[in-house]
C-alpha cells in the first residue's frame, strides 16, 4: 500500500476509507470559502503556473530538478494530489454514495478548448460551492446507476480513472482522463512535478494467451506496453505501468489482468 494507505487508509486504501469523503474531514482540512477560492484559481493555474513552471524546467533544467520538483511535489500531496483507481474499486466506491454530480473538465477546456463532461463530484454534496464558481456552476447530477455505465463507457473508450484530493486526505473529485489531461501532462509530458500516484495494481500478461494483436499497446497511453519482434507478442513494463486497467477492455484473448502492486516484489514501493 502507498504512503497515503498507511496514513489515511485506516487499514485499507486510502480511498476505500469513507472518512476521507466526510463533511467531518472536509471541516479538518478546508472551509467552503477556501475551497472556492481554490476552485476559482484552478483555469488560471494551469493556463498561466503550469506554463510558467515548465518554461523554468527548460531553462534552468538542474536546478528545477533538485529543488523546485521536489518542493511542487510535496505541496501538491499536501493539497491536490490523485491517484490512478481501475474501475472495479471505483464501482465499489460509488455504492457509498447516492447520488454525484457531473462536472465540466477544466483540463479539456484547457488543452483542447472544448467543453466535457469527464469530472465528478464525488461524496459529499458541495453543488452550492460549483454554483459560484463560474467555471463549475454548469453541472449537472445523475443517479449512481447512471454514472457506473457512463464510468463504464469511458472506460471503454479508454478514459482512465483517479480519485483527487482537495487538501489531503479529504476526496472530493473522480476523474476520467486521456491525453488530454493536465495532470497527465504535467506528470509525464513536462514532468514539473508528482501530482497522480500509480494505482495500487499493476498488470500482468499471460503470454501464452497472447496473439501479439496490439491492441492493448494502442490503448496505453502511458506507454508500458511494447511489441517483442522476436516472440511477436506484447510485453508489459512493470515499472511504467500505472495499473489503470484499460487494456483489458481490448484484449480478446483475456491476457491481462491486474494484481495487487505490494505482491510484485520489483515494483511493490513504485508509485
Ligand atoms: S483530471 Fe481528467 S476529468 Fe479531471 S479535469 Fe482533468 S482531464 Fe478532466
Ligand atoms: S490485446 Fe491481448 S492478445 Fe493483443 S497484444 Fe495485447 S495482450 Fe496480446
Ligand atoms: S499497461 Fe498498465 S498503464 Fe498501460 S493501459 Fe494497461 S494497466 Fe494501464
Redesign the pocket.
Known amino acids: 500500500m502507498c504512503e497515503f494507505c498507511t496514513k489515511h487508509g485506516e487499514g485499507k486504501k486510502w480511498y476505500e476509507n469513507i472518512v476521507n469523503y466526510s463533511e467531518e474531514v472536509f471541516n479538518q482540512v478546508n472551509s467552503k470559502e477556501h475551497f472556492k477560492k481554490y476552485l476559482s484559481n484552478f483555469y488560471h493555474g494551469m493556463t498561466h503556473d503550469i506554463p510558467l513552471a515548465y518554461k523554468w524546467k527548460r531553462r534552468i533544467p538542474f536546478i528545477y530538478n533538485l529543488i523546485v520538483f521536489p518542493l511542487v511535489t510535496r505541496h501538491m500531496k499536501k493539497t491536490h494530489f490523485g491517484q490512478i483507481v481501475p474501475i472495479e474499486d471505483i464501482e465499489n466506491i460509488l455504492n457509498n454514495f447516492s447520488s454525484i454530480v457531473r462536472l465540466p473538465?477544466?483540463?479539456?477546456k484547457v488543452t483542447i478548448g472544448e467543453n466535457k463532461r469527464?469530472?465528478f463530484g464525488i461524496g459529499l454534496d458541495l453543488t452550492d460551492i460549483f454554483e459560484d464558481v463560474p467555471d463549475f456552476s454548469d453541472f449537472d447530477r445523475m443517479t449512481i446507476q447512471e454514472a457506473k455505465m457512463y464510468l463504464k463507457q469511458l472506460d471503454e473508450e479508454g478514459n482512465t480513472h483517479?480519485l483527487w484530493t482537495f487538501n489531503t486526505p479529504f476526496i472530493a473529485?473522480l476523474?476520467?482522463?486521456d491525453r488530454?489531461?493536465?495532470?497527465y501532462r504535467f506528470q509525464m509530458k513536462m514532468e514539473i512535478g508528482k501530482i497522480m500516484w500509480k494505482a495500487e495494481y499493476v498488470a500482468e500478461m499471460d503470454m501464452s494467451l497472447c496473439n501479439g494483436c496490439k491492441e492493448c499497446m494502442k490503448m496505453c497511453y502511458f506507454g508500458a506496453i511494447k511489441y517483442d519482434m522476436k516472440n511477436e507478442k506484447c510485453l508489459i513494463n512493470l515499472k511504467k505501468c500505472y495499473g489503470c486497467g484499460i487494456c483489458r477492455n481490448v484484449c480478446n484473448n483475456k491476457a491481462i489482468r491486474l494484481v495487487e502492486r505490494e505482491n510484485v516484489p520489483q515494483i511493490a514501493f513504485d508509485w
Open positions: 473538465c477544466i483540463c479539456r469527464f469530472c483517479s473529485a476523474c476520467n482522463c488530454d489531461c493536465m495532470a
